[in-house]
């Protein structure tokens, strides 16, 4: 049996400053989402998105673009992945 | 669900500790109680907690709400299946490892006439996984962890310590060179186990306790057979006390699927470390059973300081690991030209990266570090990255906060 191959991408978002609580509050009900990460440095948010489709990863920046606060993303896909 | 790692796994060790205090007070109470021969209950204790594990499980896999209610306890858990084919070396050495720490376990409680002088010194076991991690994982223990390491196996040796018993060569070997070896062997294969994926998915505790279960009593038995012919008989003789045994392992039950569980969030060390806390709630179940058997917490003041003590030294060594962790995302961009692949190893390759990922994108290779302070990240990893070939720049963000998908 094969099983689906996952896209997993990064996806780097920069908030309005003020925001950041209302929006982290919006996507931790995201789903395909990994892990969600506050960092401190040129971004605010650092997703992990895990889908099955670039479309369903379309999908998911849309939904991102969307909350309100969020100045900008950037995303990144993984194209091959080394985990301890 | 997606909630912070860190806690999910604490809390999942210390109901675990909870679940198998209650475990270790029942376990005490039937041994005093029954005062069966040890050997036989050693068999007897696998026989029948195979049984019980293997109703658990299937009452487990009953759909219900649109999963398995077992899913409520383990996500991944599906149902009880065969075993596959990749799973089953681990689940050799688990089993192996399992059967002999037990038999280790009972050795002792044969000889001895109070155990829990010499047994005190399983807890050094947590020292062992952390020598194991130094050596064999690329996510080896920060200082502070072997900081914490060593104050939890002090302060658990302390508040399981008895001045009654005695302490002899013998007894140390038991415990250095037979049963703890053979508990590191227990934790590393149900650790691999847990990590492991199955269909595409992590596996699941319960299947893994299951036929962890399968393998330990077929091991047991060949050993106790072997150890003394008699006594493996006289298994089946007190096999009739069936139930106290099913309420003992139907408990032990819970509180394993929870321990591997917790291994496949955390590092083996850090969850035995947690796991410590057995000592602690086992005091108001000991309380609870010293109305019915002849059992106390402590046998003299002096010896009721010094668990207090070692109680201290436990809760302050478990809160410090949840405190020794920074962790950062780095976003390399590659010198034009150079093979992203030998790129990619250079980086796997400097302590304190966990991952590393190519992509596509601003970037060319996105790394997550972990250290113990933004110093150490100074020290080790960014001034190590700086001599990395093939870096043309790269940028660093320290994580705040983070929530996983567990």
């Given at each position: 049996m094969k099983y689906p191959s996952m896209i997993k991408a990064y996806i780097l978002i920069t908030t309005y400053v003020g925001n950041l609580k209302a929006v982290l509050d919006e996507m931790r009900k995201l789903k395909n989402v990994e892990s969600i990460a506050v960092v401190?440095?040129?971004?605010?948010i650092i997703i992990k998105a895990k889908v099955n489709s670039l479309e369903e990863l379309m999908e998911l920046t849309d939904q991102i673009h969307s909350i309100k606060g969020v100045k900008r993303t950037n995303t990144q896909v993984i194209e091959k992945e080394i985990e301890a | 669900m997606r909630i912070r790692k860190k806690y999910l796994f604490y809390v999942l060790a210390i109901l675990s500790s909870l679940i198998g205090a209650a475990v270790t007070v029942i376990d005490t109470y039937i041994s005093i109680k029954y005062e069966f021969n040890p050997w036989s209950l050693c068999l007897a204790i696998f026989i029948a907690g195979l049984v019980i594990t293997f109703f658990l499980s299937l009452i487990l896999s009953i759909p219900f709400g649109g999963k398995s209610i077992g899913a409520r306890i383990d996500p991944s858990f599906k149902r009880l299946r065969m075993l596959k084919k990749e799973e089953l070396k681990y689940h050799l050495l688990a089993g192996m490892g399992n059967a002999v720490a037990t038999v280790g376990y009972f050795l002792i409680i044969s000889i001895y006439q109070e155990p829990s002088t010499i047994l005190a010194f399983f807890e050094v076991v947590i020292l062992y996984l952390l020598m194991m991690e130094s050596i064999a994982e690329k996510n080896a223990p920060t200082m502070a962890e072997v900081q914490a390491s060593v104050i939890v196996t002090f302060g658990a040796i302390m508040a399981s310590f008895s001045f009654e018993g005695e302490i002899n060569l013998l007894g140390l070997l038991i415990v250095f060179l037979v049963l703890n070896p053979a508990w590191v062997v227990f934790s590393i294969y149900q650790r691999k186990l847990k990590i492991m994926k199955i269909n595409g998915c992590y596996n699941d505790a319960i299947n893994i306790r299951f036929w962890n279960l399968v393998f330990t009593t077929f091991f047991t038995a060949i050993l106790v057979y072997f150890i003394d012919k008699e006594n493996f008989f006289g298994a089946i003789d007190i096999l009739k006390y069936w139930h106290l045994f099913f309420i003992s392992m139907g408990i032990t039950f819970f509180s394993y699927v929870l321990y591997i569980r917790a291994l496949g969030l955390g590092k083996a060390s850090v969850t035995q470390a947690v796991k410590a806390f057995t000592i602690i709630f086992a005091i108001p179940f000991t309380i609870l059973a010293s109305n019915f058997v002849p059992?106390?917490?402590?046998?003299?003041i002096p010896q009721l300081i010094l668990k207090i003590m070692g109680i201290i030294l436990v809760v302050m060594g478990v809160i410090s690991f949840a405190l020794t962790e920074v962790r950062a995302y780095i976003f390399i961009k590659a010198k034009t030209g150079y093979p992203i692949n030998e790129l990619l190893n250079n980086v796997w390759g400097v302590k304190g990266i966990t991952s590393v990922a190519v992509v596509a994108g601003r970037y060319d290779l996105i790394a997550k570090a972990r250290m113990r302070t933004l110093g150490k990240g100074y020290e080790r990893i960014i001034r190590t990255l700086e001599k990395v070939k093939g870096i043309e720049w790269f940028e660093w963000e320290t994580i705040l906060k983070e929530w996983e998908e567990v």
């Open positions: 401190a440095g040129d971004y605010d | 059992i106390t917490f402590y046998e003299s």
